[in-house]
């Protein structure tokens, strides 16, 4: 059964509204566009569907295919077996790996086990390698800007052998950020950071190292920064800021962090509607709703109706740009 986005099931009921429709209250709803799935998210969900079709149940998956708990349970109803390394995947079972991309390591293993595997990798970060690559046989050292620990930016530093990459988090540690003396210096960043925090990072870097190489092409992906471009559109006019999305999901936190530095007063995190209140929208006027990349838009529906329980919705599209990118499934599948 492939990913449907209309499956409605969701953790424990819902509270239904003690409103009737006459005494509910008008709220204006800003709905962020583009919100939701991007391409590479919508490519890796399909590659593991397309997998447990082919090959039949169970499908190991390295990591969360994607940061996102409602795709990763969908995926496991279906035949998806999600690990964190390859050690727990039976030699011969088909394996996955995440939209986050892997350490060089992960195929070089899988392939010593003569494992059969599927790279589900989003191509915008698989640019992120191959620049990371070329800069490398340049003979320049990498400074990479992005979240320690994140599996993007483990993937990336993993790529090259250690010590050739240098990670930056924030503007603090790019004034202070020391990479070996006597070489060529470039930058590259992962894909899913504030544009806004990114663009001063690489500021202050040029600042102080006025040589550095950087990527031909913004790194930030096409869906973060139209994503955040919404969000910004939003947050003047909302009092609240709904974001959809997983704690951990890199993109869905930049997005509240950006609608609070765009002047919404207010911003919070959801991963289902069964744990929205709606009562926190009494006495607005306006709020915002936006979703992560990796959340599919099922889940705004969800916060939509726990509104609709409590208020009469006057529901507006603030839309930014349109979005029309698709990324082709691996030969392996597409045959």
């Given amino acids: 059964m492939p990913f449907d986005p209309t499956d409605r099931a969701a ?4 509270t239904p ?11 204006t709803v800003l709905l962020a566009g583009p919100r939701g799935f991007c391409a590479g998210v919508d490519r890796a969900i399909k590659i593991v569907e397309e997998a447990i079709r082919r090959f039949g149940a169970p499908v190991y998956v390295r990591h969360e295919i994607v940061h996102n708990r409602f795709v990763v349970q969908t995926l496991e109803r279906q035949g998806a077996v999600f690990v964190e390394e390859l050690d727990e ?9 995440s939209a986050h991309g892997v350490p060089k390591a992960v195929p070089a293993e899988a392939t010593r086990r003569n494992m059969l595997y599927l790279d589900a990798t989003c191509p915008l970060v698989s640019k992120v390698h191959r620049e990371v690559e070329r800069h490398h046989a340049s003979r320049r050292h990498i400074l990479l800007i992005g979240h320690a620990g994140h599996p993007e930016v483990i993937g990336t530093m993993g790529q090259l052998p250690p010590g050739e990459v240098t990670l930056v988090e924030d503007a603090e540690q790019a004034r202070t950020v020391e990479p070996p003396e006597g070489v060529e210096l470039a930058f590259t960043t992962q894909t899913t950071l504030s544009v806004d925090d990114t663009a001063e990072i690489v ?3 040029r600042g102080r190292f006025p040589a550095l190489v950087g990527p031909a092409k913004e790194d930030i992906c096409y869906a973060t920064t139209n994503r955040q471009a919404a969000v910004k559109a939003i947050a003047p006019r909302a009092e609240l800021m709904v974001v959809v999305g997983a704690p951990n999901s890199s993109n869905s936190v930049r997005l509240r962090e950006v609608a609070q530095r765009a002047g919404c007063p207010r911003a919070i995190m959801v991963q289902r509607g069964a744990e929205f209140d709606p009562a926190m929208a009494d006495g607005l006027s306006v709020i915002g709703i936006t979703a992560g990349a990796s959340a599919p838009e099922l889940l705004v529906e969800e916060v939509l109706a726990r509104l ?15 979005e029309r990118i698709t990324f082709k499934l691996p030969a392996a599948l597409s045959a």
């Fill in 203 to 205: 500021e202050i870097l």
């Fill in 89 to 97: 995947v039976p030699a011969e079972a088909p394996v996955v790996f």
């Fill in 11 to 14: 953790p424990g009921g819902e």
């Fill in 308 to 322: 609709a329980e409590r208020f009469t919705l006057n529901i507006e599209e603030v839309t930014v740009a349109e």
């Fill in 17 to 27: 509204g003690d409103r009737t429709p006459g005494d509910r209250p008008a709220l």
